[in-house]
């Protein structure tokens, strides 16, 4: 009741600047006992999955923990959805390992792997999480949160599909226990690979493949339990076992090292020019992608629960989170499927679940960081090969395959520069499809052949080609945009029209379906009706929407057209055209597909 009262008396522009005052009023003591539950669960999770996620990232393996700390909170307190958990993810590290190892490596002489190397890792990290926060509260705040919805689904396939290769070629080494250089092409790992698969250990191998088991068993038979946690604790109890058996330098097993018991460190991203300018590429692909990903999940989880989703304030969340997380050590956080799952199925009920996972995880990490010192890296490598499989989304991935040409060669493309380009190249290129194939959709409106069916009693219009059509008189229906990308294809199926059908000199438009039009697509229909008038012909629009009238309205096109061309129904419309039809051919039709013509005198038997 107390936050219920507070809600109602606040101004509408405290709601706006804090707009989890929205779902306080929501929080009871039920609701808070199973947001705490879910919230404790999400934190568990995390715990395995951020340090998985870190290592996909080039990251210290701290780093992934903090990344689901103070941006999941942000996200949660700033953002729309109910459910939505942020946090690393498997698609966001990979592209920032992509973007950071190139732009470190072009801007640094130091070695791979040294402590120097590392920090300056880290700080370019840290500051692409902060360009991508500024762009996504941009976006938010400019309320374009509906561009997200241009990215076909299809990229999201097969990129993810391309990324669970390249994180399962990744951690090759660590689970045959090869070195093999840090940042090599996937061609080059899988044949260094070849070339020294006798060289791989078998008790790592042990190690990764109990990891497994482990995780599939637990996923089969007991999948209310979180089976990263279950893998990771048998993995790590065959390390142990080998280790004290046959010591560590015989067996090779590797561990990932004591994490620092602290809270998340205060940092500050490098916001100098040259730095913004060689990581803009990247921010604005990661932009993309962590947003798309975001979105898609929360508007999933949204239609569950019947709530109603702000993408624009899911935007500025998004955004807040990661300039936030870039001053507390996290790198880029964005919405996780898996996560925010978990987060609804555990019975959350409001986003403080996901500010009790944010908190949670802290506590945790201060209770167990100094274990992550028996945690081999084959085990981490046994986990990461299954979130990679879960990445590849066979059930989608056919049935794009089987139902769209366009789309498959979208996600078979997506796909493919995801395995062998620069990642932000493979989701540049991959938007870039999805737009061209929509612009190329919308660039092609439905021109379809209309008749009067003479068996209705009103003489309704259809396309069956087998109908009768007026001599003189071509109906025709567009569905779509006329807009200036539209008009080269729309005056060459109208020319086409003409010159299929020369006698037809009148040409009337069923106007219904055309939801849009712009300055290029009036001037294709004034140029169209001048033309026509020239050749004592016309043309007509039938049942005109009211935002189409009002843009002809506008400018001098209306008057151009004729303002008596324009017809709100078909009834007025052929009644008109039809005094304008050339009687002595009306007189020879046999046709008379329409009620006027009954009004004619029958054709005289055998007059042409």
């Known amino acids: 009741m107390l936050f219920s009262s507070f809600h109602e008396k606040c101004p509408l522009w405290v709601v706006r600047l804090f707009p989890f005052i929205r779902w306080l009023p929501l929080i009871n003591g039920s609701s808070a006992r199973r947001d705490l539950v879910a919230g404790l669960t999400g934190a568990i999770v995390v715990l395995p999955q951020g340090v998985a996620f870190a290592n996909i990232a080039g990251m210290p ?17 700033f953002g729309s959805s109910w459910h939505l958990v942020s946090g690393p993810t498997t698609a966001a590290s990979m592209v920032l390992a992509s973007a950071i190892s190139a732009a470190v490596a072009a801007a640094t002489t130091t070695v791979p792997g040294t402590q120097e190397y590392m920090n300056h890792y880290v700080l370019l990290a840290l500051t692409l999480t902060f360009m991508v926060g500024i762009i996504q509260l941009a976006m938010g705040l400019a309320r374009m949160g509906t561009l ?33 250089e840090r940042g090599n092409h996937l061609h080059e790992t899988l044949y260094h690979v070849f070339m020294h698969i006798s060289d791989s250990k078998w008790a790592v191998i042990v190690v990764g493949s109990v990891t497994i088991a482990a995780g599939l068993l637990c996923k089969r038979y007991t999948p209310r339990i979180p089976y990263m946690i279950v893998a990771m604790f048998a993995g790590s109890a065959v390390s142990i076992i080998f280790n004290a058996m046959w010591g560590q330098e015989f067996t090779g097993i590797k561990t990932v090292g004591a994490l620092p018991q602290s809270f998340p460190p205060l940092s500050a991203p490098d916001l100098s ?33 019947n709530q109603i989703l702000d993408g624009n304030q899911e935007f500025i969340g998004q955004g807040l989170s990661n300039i936030a997380g870039s001053f507390f050590s996290g790198y880029v956080a964005t919405g996780s499927f898996n996560r925010s799952g978990l987060n609804y199925q555990a019975g959350a009920k409001t986003p403080l679940a996901a500010v009790f996972a944010g908190l949670l995880l802290i506590v945790v990490v201060l209770l167990v960081a100094p274990y992550a010192a028996y945690l081999p890296n084959a085990a981490m490598a046994g986990i990461l090969f299954m979130v990679a499989y879960g990445l590849i989304d066979m059930h989608h991935i056919k049935k794009i395959v089987f139902a769209s040409r366009s789309e498959a060669l979208i996600l078979i493309a997506t796909f493919a520069a995801t395995l062998f380009l620069k990642l932000e190249f493979a989701i540049f290129l991959g938007v870039m499809l999805s737009l061209g194939l929509y612009l190329n959709r919308t660039a092609h409106p439905k021109i379809l052949s209309r008749v009067p069916d003479a068996s209705t009693p009103r003489r309704k219009f259809t396309t069956d080609s087998q109908l009768p059509e007026c001599p003189q008189l071509k109906l025709i229906r567009i569905d779509g945009s006329l807009f200036f990308g539209a008009v080269s294809y729309l005056q060459e199926k109208l020319h086409g029209i003409e010159a299929q059908y020369p006698e037809q000199k009148h040409l009337a438009i069923v106007s219904s ?16 009706s001048s033309r026509r008038r020239k050749q004592d012909g016309g043309l007509y629009l039938i049942r005109v929407k009211g935002s189409v009238r009002e843009t002809l309205n506008r400018g001098t096109f209306l008057k151009e057209f004729g303002e008596e061309n324009i017809f709100q129904g078909k009834t007025h419309a052929l009644s008109h055209i039809f005094e304008k039809l050339d009687k002595d051919i009306c007189s020879r039709c046999e046709k008379r597909i329409f009620l006027e013509c009954q009004k004619l005198p029958p054709p005289v038997p055998g007059q042409r």
């Open 513 to 528: 379906g055309i939801n849009f039009i712009d300055i290029a697509g009036a001037e294709c229909l004034v140029g169209e």
């Open 61 to 77: 393996p701290q780093y992934g923990l903090y990344a689901g700390m103070v941006p999941a909170i942000v996200a949660a307190l």
């Open 148 to 180: 997200v919805n241009f990215i076909s689904h299809s990229v999201i396939i097969g990129f993810t599909a391309g990324a669970a290769i390249l994180i399962a070629s990744s951690q090759l080494k660590n689970f045959l226990g090869l070195d093999i």
């Open 273 to 305: 020019l040259d730095t913004i300018r060689d990581l803009a590429p990247a921010a604005l692909a990661v932009t993309l992608f962590a947003l798309t990903e975001a979105v898609s999940i929360a508007r999933s989880l949204a239609a569950r629960s």
